[in-house]
């Protein structure tokens, strides 16, 4: 039977490593590169701190499949345990110095999220789950809000690297999903967005053609803190909080 805590406690000492990391590190000023052919960008800190959980996983869980954002996929990939890292998520916010970056990280068992984790590293707060554990922040269990004011409540938004500015169908769901509720916010950084909804602040997370990395292990969460997560056929948008404010974004897109 595997030891999903023993695994939690490694995953978010590495979450709350790479976040102090690159908090240091930012005093120092940052360089970062374009990132493929798109508007991503990548810096030495994503890879530094993807190598460094690299090696403490290999050292604890040799065993165990992992696949980083900036290595790829590194061991094991047919084991049935796959890590998957983003070791500095909201990169675009981390080169301008706005406060809002972090890591998100899962543990995978025969495809499924089992082990997850989002760290918001300048406030130092780690959001975490395991499969029939619950959540938590910091170690405190957290569960999702209630909306009983949906024309009061704040939402998360976000979409892939693949979406183009210029996408009719987002710029009508996004003005949409303004006209319907107290704020949509659109962090860059969907550590933060998990973490948010995990602690009752925020509603529910909408994401459209998102990398894998940023979504398995809010989904997680956000189950394990007794939320909803709806997905459509294609699996292209994931909506995930709080199932009144879950329905209500269905409602509000159509879908």
């Given at each position: 039977?595997?030891d999903?805590a023993?695994i939690?406690?490694?995953?978010?000492?590495?979450?709350?490593e790479?976040g102090?990391?690159?908090?240091?590190?930012?005093?120092?000023?940052?360089?970062?590169q374009?990132?493929g052919?798109?508007i991503?960008?990548?810096?030495?800190?994503?890879?530094?701190?993807?190598?460094?959980?690299?090696?403490?996983?290999?050292?604890?869980?040799?065993?165990?499949?992992?696949?980083g954002?900036e290595?790829?996929?590194v061991?094991n990939?047919d084991?049935?345990?796959q890590?998957?890292?983003?070791?500095?998520?909201?990169?675009?916010?981390y080169?301008?110095e706005m406060?809002?970056?972090g890591?998100?990280i899962?543990?995978?068992?025969?495809?499924?999220?089992?082990?997850?984790?989002?760290h918001?590293?300048?406030s130092?707060?780690?959001?975490?789950?395991?499969?029939?554990?619950?959540?938590w922040r910091?170690?405190?269990?957290?569960r999702v809000g209630s909306?009983?004011d949906?024309?009061?409540?704040?939402?998360?938004?976000?979409?892939?690297?693949?979406?183009t500015?210029?996408?009719?169908?987002?710029?009508?769901?996004v003005?949409?999903?303004q006209?319907?509720?107290k704020?949509v916010l659109?962090?860059?950084s969907?550590?933060?967005?998990?973490?948010?909804?995990?602690?009752g602040?925020?509603?529910?997370?909408?994401?459209?053609?998102?990398?894998?990395?940023d979504?398995l292990?809010?989904?997680?969460?956000v189950?394990?803190?007794?939320g909803?997560?709806w997905?459509n056929?294609?699996?292209?948008?994931?909506i995930?909080?709080?199932?009144?404010v879950?329905?209500?974004i269905?409602?509000?897109?159509g879908?």
């Amino acid at each position: 039977m595997t030891d999903y805590a023993a695994i939690h406690d490694l995953m978010t000492s590495l979450a709350r490593e790479a976040g102090d990391y690159a908090v240091a590190r930012l005093r120092e000023g940052i360089v970062s590169q374009q990132k493929g052919q798109g508007i991503d960008v990548v810096t030495e800190v994503d890879v530094v701190c993807e190598k460094r959980m690299i090696e403490r996983i290999r050292s604890q869980f040799p065993d165990h499949g992992i696949t980083g954002e900036e290595h790829g996929v590194v061991c094991n990939p047919d084991a049935s345990l796959q890590w998957l890292i983003d070791p500095l998520d909201g990169t675009n916010n981390y080169v301008l110095e706005m406060p809002m970056f972090g890591n998100c990280i899962t543990v995978l068992e025969d495809g499924e999220p089992v082990v997850a984790a989002v760290h918001d590293s300048v406030s130092i707060i780690t959001t975490s789950a395991y499969r029939g554990g619950g959540a938590w922040r910091n170690g405190i269990p957290t569960r999702v809000g209630s909306f009983p004011d949906l024309a009061r409540t704040t939402i998360s938004w976000t979409q892939g690297y693949v979406v183009t500015m210029d996408d009719p169908w987002v710029g009508r769901v996004v003005y949409d999903l303004q006209q319907s509720f107290k704020r949509v916010l659109g962090t860059w950084s969907p550590s933060i967005d998990w973490g948010l909804i995990a602690a009752g602040r925020v509603g529910a997370f909408a994401a459209w053609k998102n990398e894998l990395h940023d979504l398995l292990c809010g989904e997680l969460i956000v189950s394990e803190a007794g939320g909803e997560i709806w997905k459509n056929d294609s699996g292209d948008l994931v909506i995930a909080g709080a199932p009144e404010v879950v329905a209500k974004i269905r409602e509000v897109i159509g879908v």
